[in-house]
């Protein structure tokens, strides 16, 4: 194998091989624009060192060989007395993390290189102002030195000389300043800084190895979820110097603003400067702009490299760039982290230039990045009181009032109060807790922490990890910086986008991109929002190029007309047990005490009218669009009041001597109906075959609701839903008796309705028997909550709170089954379901009903296995629409 690339050899596609870095220093190089010649060493290198402990055989060759070339190319060798070549050695992984070993600059200086240096370049203050910067570098980042120690130096040198920035610091100065350098090396590492200059490139490039297991970089890299093992590329660069006078300098830029796509000028840009300083800060930049002024000769090249860059990469870049001595060189450049808005801004406009098609939009954006631009946000134009930051954990802006229990978390919500639970970090105890408050903010753990994990998984605002906070539970009241001391009940507000935790309560607008949705802001209009614009045409791209249909999640006709604005195709998943609760709950009640048939059909009876009301407004809704129906899922002791709260009432009753017959009736119903697992136990379809009469009125209400809607010359698409199903025969069973109900309305109305028959697959054997169910079922809809909680044999409603935290840590998924599919068990599962039920059943159709409905990574798995449609909550239906689009393209 080979491990080094020289930069003429590799290019943009490489970025396993050569880090992002490397891959683009080559595409530059081959695009023929300025790049200081050099090479990279391969992320395979870096894996050999890190699983052996040893560096390849071949590589200290190979990198003497690279060496050898590029000092013939430059006419003058690493570290050369007389007149040195200096490299930078940098680190370069595929993706860009903090974390990672600095560069250093300036490799190849000495005590006596230093000194050609000042001769070649007629510059004895550069010299050893690049010669203090390569100790103060390497010693840090190498040697391992506390880097405070050197800029401690530095301050007392500017005091001495009474100078405020260090360009004023002349070569007499420089000088002593690089003795004191060395003392601090010699000291502090124990050992002399290496004037051999090759071994000071080789201990480069080890500490950039090094760092990729460095404890930054661990933890970064298990909160991006980036792998372990891909490991860094080494680019080694021939030095060019932005601190040769005036007529020097370093920058960045941007190809257009990251923040809102526009194109331009934007960048920074400090005179005689060399690297880091831009960023850094130390002394005042210019904005880019100002280089025309400047050095026009460059500006315009660099304009120029702009254009070019973006032509060939289609994208925003960033860039980094020198200017020696008014000869411009590029550094760096990749494409560029934008914000979620400017990414739809961006991916339209390159349409408009013609540098992308459509498809090629639709791949610029994600749903995640349109989730984000949904929620509401903080007022920009709000004054506000930032008082600290964490990790962003589940977007949202939250405001409420600080309490630090979840006891006080839940009182005080009940009682119509807002606020926000403050931990030092939550464990399952809290989760009342977290449930009740509008925010949760924590001072310790990262994005796999408990509430971080809980919070994405109830879509509740979360900002984690806020360590400059100190939260003191025992005494209800959180420290700030500065000392400001937040008390229980005191108003604060917290962003889930940004981490950004602030005093008081910060006003809250409605996303611009939700008020398109919900048809309050158009498209199209003069003074239209430019992000409404984008979001509109990237939706409808996304609209022609899906095949998947999407649907909703919707119980009652409100969320029907809400999921119909946001673009929803029908309703895949109507649950029917909201329709038996509030004031309907005494009917319930009634039907499950019920002794007789008589009795039992007498609260049936009741209900049906009520039922059938919710269905003819549901289809009025959905009018012309399918609707599907479940028929009643939960194990029916979720009807009956809590068995504490009953025994408590009977106990009292008793002790007063008050009548309590009917509380006794109930509890002894209660004691029955009690089961150790409800979730495995009495429901779903099973409810319908132990209690005589339930789905008979289900299917009656559906049928006659239809029938209504008829005869007011709508157009009701039912489809009836049988729930739990594990075998052909309960469907069968159930669904003969539903026919029988069916053309009995159809007979009375003297109408045909059409009733579309299917089932739920959720239960390993449903899936497994998929082909003989096919022939009871006109339709499968997933439902891939129950497929993954019986798959796995994880319950769904503990483990998120429990021990998902540490699987999550340990890797042993990388995110929730129940957040997105399962691929590999689930995933197969539905695939091959899938396919054995088309067998039976060409024409069967095929959905999903889950939680994953509206998962971007989900959707994009239920596209390839040719499922016919998604259905997922309203307020997802535009990310399902968007990654349906992407799938396709
Ligand atoms: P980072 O990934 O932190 O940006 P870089 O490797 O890009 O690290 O380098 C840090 C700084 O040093 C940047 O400003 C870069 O432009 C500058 N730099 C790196 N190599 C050279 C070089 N060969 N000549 C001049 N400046 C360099
Ligand atoms: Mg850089
Ligand atoms: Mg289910």
Not at 331 to 340: D, E, H
């Amino acid at each position: 194998v080979k491990f080094v690339y020289d930069f003429t050899e590799g290019n943009k596609d490489l970025k396993d091989l050569l880090g992002g870095k490397g891959a683009n220093l080559a595409e530059m190089t081959n695009l023929g624009l300025p790049v200081p010649p050099g090479f990279t060493i391969t992320t395979e290198a870096c894996k050999v060192y890190l699983d052996s402990g040893e560096e390849p055989a071949a590589l200290r060759d190979e990198v003497s060989a690279h060496l050898d070339a590029l000092e013939r190319r430059m006419g003058k060798k690493l570290g050369q007395a007389d007149d040195p070549l200096l490299v930078s050695v940098r680190s370069g992984a595929k993706f860009s993390m903090p974390g990672m070993m600095d560069t250093v600059l300036n490799i190849g200086l000495s005590d006596r290189s230093v000194q050609g240096l000042a001769k070649q370049a007629g510059d004895e203050r550069f010299a050893w102002d690049s010669y203090r910067r390569l100790i103060q570098m390497f010693g840090k980042t190498v040697l391992g030195v506390d880097g405070d120690l050197f800029e401690e130096a530095l301050e007392k040198a500017k005091e001495a000389k009474k100078v405020a920035v260090d360009t004023e610091l002349e070569a007499a100065d420089l000088k002593k300043l690089v003795t004191r350098f060395k003392k601090i090396v010699k000291t502090e590492a124990g050992r002399d800084f290496p004037q051999d200059p090759r071994e000071q490139m080789d201990l480069a490039i080890k500490a950039v190895f090094d760092s990729w297991n460095g404890d930054r970089a661990k933890l970064y890299r298990r909160q991006e979820r980036i792998p372990h093992d891909l490991g860094t590329a080494v680019n080694v660069c021939s030095m060019v110097f932005g601190n040769l006078g005036p007529d020097s300098g370093t920058g960045v830029a941007f190809t257009r603003d990251p923040a809102s796509g526009h194109q331009g000028v934007y960048g920074d840009y400090l005179q005689n400067a060399q690297g880091e300083d831009v960023v850094a800060g130390i002394r005042n930049t210019v904005p880019l702009a100002e280089l025309e002024r400047i050095d026009k000769k460059s500006y315009d090249q660099l304009m120029q490299i702009m254009e070019t860059l973006e032509n060939h990469y289609k994208d925003l870049c960033d860039i980094e760039f020198t200017i020696e001595r008014g000869q411009l060189w590029m550094l760096q450049t990749r494409v560029g982290k934008r914000t979620a808005g400017a990414a739809f801004r961006i991916a339209t406009q390159l349409v408009d230039q013609g540098l992308i098609d459509e498809a090629e939009a639709l791949q610029r954006v994600n749903g995640a990045q349109l989730a984000q631009l949904m929620f509401p946000r903080f007022d920009d134009s709000a004054k506000v009181e930032q008082v600290g930051r964490g990790i962003a954990a589940s977007p949202g802006a939250a405001v409420g009032k600080a309490v630090f229990d979840s006891y006080t978390a839940v009182k005080w919500s009940r009682s119509g109060e807002k606020v926000i639970l403050i931990r030092r970090e939550t464990n399952p105890d809290d989760l009342d807790g977290m449930i009740a408050a509008e925010g949760i903010l924590t001072s310790r753990g990262g994005k796999t922490s408990h509430a971080a994990v809980v919070a994405r998984g109830m879509g509740k605002t979360c900002v984690c990890g806020a360590e400059e906070l100190e939260v003191d539970t025992k005494r209800r009241r959180m420290t700030v910086p500065g000392g400001h001391v937040v008390e229980e009940g005191d108003l604060i507000s917290i962003d889930g986008s940004s981490g950004k935790v602030y005093l008081g309560e910060v006003p809250v607008v409605p996303s611009p991109v939700v008020e398109y949705f919900e048809g309050r802001m158009h498209a199209g209009a003069d003074d239209a929002d430019e992000l409404v614009e984008a979001v509109h045409r990237i939706m409808a791209f996304a609209d022609r190029k899906r095949r998947l249909r999407v649907r909703a999640n919707a119980d009652n006709a409100e969320d029907a007309l809400r999921a119909r604005r946001f673009g929803a195709q029908g309703i895949g998943l109507c649950r029917t047990e909201h329709m038996f609760l509030g004031d309907r709950r005494e009917l319930v009640e009634r039907l499950i005490l019920a002794d007789t048939q008589a009795e039992r059909e007498e609260s049936l009876k009741e209900l049906l009218p009520l039922q059938k009301q919710d269905f003819v407004e549901l289809f009025e809704a959905m009018d012309g669009l399918p609707v599907t129906v479940r028929l009643l899922d939960p194990p029916l002791h979720e009807f009956l009041p809590d068995i504490t709260e009953l025994s408590v009432r009977v106990a009292l009753a008793e002790s007063r001597q008050e009548p309590h017959e009917n509380e006794l009736r109930l509890l002894q119903a209660v004691h029955r109906l009690h089961e150790q697992n409800p979730m495995l136990g009495l429901r779903g379809v099973r409810l319908g075959l132990v209690i005589p009469g339930l789905f008979t009125m289900q299917v009656r209400a559906i049928a006659e609701a239809a029938a209504d809607r008829k005869a007011a010359k709508g157009d009701p698409r039912a489809e009836i839903m049988i729930p739990l199903v594990g075998t052909v025969q309960e469907l069968e069973i159930v669904r003969e008796e539903a026919d029988r109900v069916i053309a009995e309305v159809e007979a009375a109305r003297g109408t045909e309705l059409k009733l579309a028959i299917g089932t739920m697959i959720e239960l390993p054997r449903a899936a497994l028997t998929a082909g003989q169910i096919a022939e009871a079922a006109e339709f499968f809809s997933f439902g891939t909550n129950d497929l993954t909680q019986t798959v796995w044999g994880f319950s769904r409603d503990d483990v998120e709170a429990s021990f998902f935290t540490a699987y999550l840590e340990k890797g042993i998924f990388g995110v929730s089954p129940f957040e997105t599919i399962d691929r590999d068990g689930v995933g197969s599962l539905v695939q091959a379901a899938a396919k054995a039920g088309r067998a039976t059943r060409p024409d069967l159709k095929l959905g999903v009903c889950g939680e994953h409905g509206g998962d971007p990574e989900s959707v994009h798995f239920f596209h390839e296995v040719g499922l016919d449609y998604v259905s997922c909550s309203p307020f997802r239906i535009p990310v399902a629409r968007l990654e349906a689009g992407r799938a396709a393209s």
